[in-house]
């Protein structure tokens, strides 16, 4: 996703002092341009406040963001901020169906996800990419961190 030019956020409702070691002990940190915890937003997922912080904090406006979470909380809470929302069919879901979860598709991987997500989808806008973190734009899209940390050997996606 970084070779395509989209910036990485790690949106999640952990505590800072949890997910930043977290991210560093799994060498996942320096993939990221923001780091948008329940912490230092304020508020916790499935409130857009969350998604709209971590738009803040990369200049970018709610329509060119991508969420990709595992979670009817990632989907809701992007959803209502007014990103685009991608699911993973894994994950945390609070026992929901995946089809019951509003989205604008599903990605089986994060390599899908990257094949899905390119500058032309944003046509003339900067570009991001933030990961929403849950039990894994600029554009921003938002990945929950459990997803993201099952397809670690894919970051490089």
């Known amino acids: 996703m970084r070779d395509k030019g989209l910036r990485l956020a790690c949106v999640t409702n952990k505590p800072s002092r949890f997910t930043l070691p977290l ?34 904090r990369l200049a970018v406006a709610p329509q060119e963001a991508c969420a990709i ?40 991987t994060l390599a899908e996800a990257a094949g899905l997500l390119s500058p032309d989808h944003f046509a003339g806008r900067r570009r991001s990419f933030s990961c929403g973190c849950a039990s894994s734009v600029s554009r921003l899209v938002t990945i929950g961190m459990y997803s993201f940390f099952a397809h670690a050997s894919e970051k490089a996606a």
Do not use: H, Q, W
């Open 69 to 108: 979470g595992d979670s009817a909380n990632d989907a809701d809470g992007a959803r209502a901020a007014g990103c685009r929302v991608l699911l993973v069919p894994y994950g945390y879901r609070e026992g929901r169906a995946l089809e019951e979860i509003a989205s604008d598709g599903v990605v089986a």
């Open 23 to 56: 991210l560093e002990s799994a060498g996942l940190a320096s993939f990221f341009d923001a780091v948008m915890t329940a912490d230092i937003a304020g508020a916790r997922k499935p409130d857009p406040a969350i998604f709209l912080a971590a738009c803040r």
